[in-house]
């Protein structure tokens, strides 16, 4: 491995509730965060990372089987995605990667709005206004300046809504996740920056972004910061809510950052065999989210068969209506490639679009 | 009607839409206690307070990214970039973003941003201060690309920018800042329409077509020709995409002869794409090959080389003499 291997990888300062074997360790600072999560809570959380990891699964199996043109797996990741996603208010307002299909879940997302952008349909699987998350976004770090301004927005509406923007450990090198720290800082807007650092940006090691811990880099702009063990569900449940309360409480942003791995290809065409130590695969493997939720739950008596059994039969159902509704989906309308460039048809666009329109009709029966 | 300055009729065009929308914000650089550089919005974060005048961060993808997030909360920024070199900091956020969310949500998420660039030389700048880079806009879909010429328009356009549901790019033309004209600020809705051209000297021989700064020295240059007998209507663009085909067409169809001059360099831009577009429309009504008078293809030079960058009148006259078949410096070489 290169030098540029772990600096920024070692587990010192981590925020941890729950160890990776289940032990639940006190956190005199967090624990009064997480109080309210009663066993049917922790159980419905369990339930989440499983179904989203069976989500998953399937888009994966989909891809393979040419449905879909590419997928971004987030295995390994549920428990930053489902803990953070989780503990939102429903008109708080998400702008994330094209990782954070367990948050879209948690926003309530259909399944089948899940897989458009994926099999080539659209650039956006949802109306970001029907769940308060905006589309996926490609361009690395763009968005942390859109959740930002949204949050300004609020700030200025006088509500309590919070922004959050999701971005990874690569995304913190690009110029727009600082000028968003920067802006949210000097206006104190209602945003909380969340980056799941999962190690590798594509090939890329961590160590290659930051030479120290990322979480350090925010109080040097003015924003407080946590890092905590991104593949336990209770930890970063309590530092979103930290981070969500002083954001609706107009004490400005904060930056968390969720130390997790990326256990699957960065999408379904990379290959991280040219690039991941098999040794630290497993070390992370160790460290699974569900795992440790399980064993948590084992130790409290919790995971029964017939909770096992529900949970299980539940994915596989949403499972079976992913892989429907995909398979169900309508290409989209040659025409509609003109569709809203402007609010209003121009007169320039709609003369390219009359002249295809007859080009169309010179095949035998039209398109 | 009152007379005023085109700096000054845009400021009361952003005090119009101030007042009229509640939702309007104006972000950028020294744009509030200072007034902006240029002063174009002097006055307005006093009378309508830091929050809606912002003053930012010097960041400029900062400026456009925060932008963007305030359009999804349903507010209507207007960010004011300092200078044209100082736009591309902000270029991948107008690219990436402002231009693609429309499309990109299937017209759920709306972009209503004005971006205001002071743009063009002829003002004895430095570096990174006279640039012309409309036509990366021009050529990027889901923005609306215009700029002003004249006062009035500059009044009636920047309202009209700032009320259009769609990303426009209001580029001003900086030299021009403190001519004076008369200004009806009682205008009413759409009328011209943002994306009409106008004819502002009529004539039968040439179609003149320019926008921006150049319009007043092609104004200039047809009074002219009329001197010496050839009679060239003036077209100011107004908006540079989209393009108002139309009225360049219906005016080369009359003339036969068409030259086409902007500040900006010659290679792809809005020249380019109005010579190809109305030579295909007008072919047979063509007496000459369209002509180009523009900025050189060279990165923009110092001030003391400026003037033989820039077109100027004698450059658009014998590029109107060349389409006329007249002597000109070309006159004798072929192609
Ligand atoms: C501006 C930009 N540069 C490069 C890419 C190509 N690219 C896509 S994902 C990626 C890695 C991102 O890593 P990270 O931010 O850690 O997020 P992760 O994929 O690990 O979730 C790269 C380089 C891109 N999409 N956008
Ligand atoms: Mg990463």
């Known amino acids: 491995m290169s030098t540029h291997d772990s600096s920024s990888a070692d587990d010192g300062g981590l925020v941890q509730l729950l160890l990776p074997d289940g032990e639940r360790i006190a956190d005199a600072g967090y624990d009064k965060w997480v109080a309210d999560v009663d066993d049917d809570q922790l159980k419905s959380l369990y339930e989440d990372m499983v179904v989203v990891r069976r989500i998953d699964t399937e888009a994966t199996a989909l891809q393979r089987q040419g449905e879909l043109g590419l997928w971004p797996p987030l295995i390994g990741q549920e428990a930053a995605q489902i803990g953070s996603g ?41 109306n970001p206004y029907d769940i308060n998350m905006a589309p996926s976004q490609v361009i690395i770090g763009s968005q942390t300046l859109h959740a930002t301004g949204y949050a300004l927005g609020c700030q200025q509406d006088g509500v309590d809504t919070v922004a959050i923007s999701y971005f990874g450990d690569g995304a913190t090198s690009q110029g727009d996740p600082n000028e968003a720290m920067v802006f949210a800082a000097s206006f104190q807007a209602p945003v909380i920056f969340f980056c799941q650092n999962n190690q590798w940006a594509i090939s890329e090691p961590v160590g290659l972004q930051a030479r120290a811990p990322i979480a350090s880099r ?37 930056y968390i950052e969720a130390v997790t791995y990326r256990m699957g290809p960065h999408t379904t065409s990379d290959d991280p065999s040219r690039y991941v ?52 989906l309508e290409p989209p309308e040659p025409l509609s490639v003109f569709d809203h460039v402007y609010s209003e048809p121009t007169s320039w666009l709609e003369r390219q679009k009359d002249e295809y329109v007859q080009y169309l009709q010179t095949f035998e029966g039209g398109q | 009607m009152s007379s005023m300055t085109l700096s000054r009729a845009i400021n009361s ?37 830091a929050h809606r005048v912002m003053d930012t961060p010097l960041a400029e993808a900062g400026i456009i990214g925060t932008a963007v997030g305030l359009a999804y909360r349903g507010y209507r920024p207007v960010c004011e970039i300092q200078f044209d070199g100082f736009i591309y900091p902000g270029f991948d956020q107008i690219i990436t973003q402002v231009a693609k969310l429309h499309y990109r949500t299937g017209g759920a ?42 006062p009035q328009d500059a009044h009636t356009m920047i309202r009209q920018a700032v009320a259009c549901d769609d990303p426009v790019m209001f580029f001003e033309p900086k030299r021009r800042y403190w001519t004076k004209g008369e200004v009806d600020e009682e205008i009413t809705g759409q009328t011209p329409s943002i994306d009409s051209a106008a004819i502002v000297a009529a004539g039968d021989d040439v179609t003149l077509v320019t926008y921006g700064p150049l319009v007043a020295t092609a104004r200039d240059a047809a009074i002219a020709a009329s001197d010496e007998g050839v009679s060239v209507e003036v077209i100011d663009l ?31 831009g809005i020249g380019a794409e109005i010579a190809a577009s109305i030579t295909r429309r007008c072919f047979y009504y063509l007496e000459a090959a369209p002509e180009r008078v523009t900025g050189f293809d060279v ?31 070309l006159s004798g070489r072929e192609g």
């Open chain 1, 277 to 328: 130590d098999v040794l630290e695969r497993e070390g992370w493997q160790a460290k699974d989210p569900i795992s440790r939720l399980e064993a948590y739950l084992q130790s409290r008596g919790l995971l029964t068969d017939e909770f096992t059994g529900r949970v299980n039969a539940t994915a596989d159902d949403v499972a079976a209506k992913v892989r429907e509704g995909c398979l169900g």
């Open chain 2, 13 to 49: 065009g952003l005090r119009r839409a101030l007042e009229d929308d509640p939702k309007v914000l104006l972000m950028g650089e020294d744009i509030g206690t200072l007034g902006g550089v240029f002063r174009v919005t002097d006055g307005l974060q006093k009378d309508f307070g």
């Open chain 1, 218 to 254: 925010a109080p040097g702009f003015g924003i407080p910061s946590m890092r905590v063990d991104g593949n336990d569900v209770l930890a970063v449940m309590a530092a979103t809510r930290i981070a969500l309360d002083r954001a609706r409480s107009g004490n400005g942003p904060t």
């Open chain 2, 109 to 150: 998420v709306k972009m209503p941003l004005t971006i205001r660039v002071p743009f063009g030389g002829g003002i004895g700048a430095v570096e990174h201060h006279s640039e012309s880079p409309e036509a990366y806009f021009a050529h990027t879909a889901g923005l609306r690309v215009v700029s002003c010429s004249n």
């Open chain 1, 86 to 126: 989780r503990t939102l208010r429903q008109d708080d307002f998400v702008f994330a990667s094209y990782r954070e299909n367990g948050v879209a879940y948690c926003r309530g997302v259909e399944y089948t709005d899940l897989l458009r952008v994926w099999r080539g349909h659209t650039h956006s699987g949802w």
């Open chain 2, 299 to 329: 990165p923009y030079p110092a001030a003391e080389l400026e003037d033989h960058h820039l077109p100027d009148l004698d450059r658009m006259l014998d590029a109107v003499d060349r389409v006329m078949d007249r002597h000109n410096s």
């Open chain 2, 238 to 268: 107004r908006s540079l995409s989209p393009i108002d085909f139309a009225t360049v067409e219906a005016s080369v169809r009359k003339t036969g002869r068409l030259v086409v001059t902007h500040e900006a360099s010659q290679f792809g």
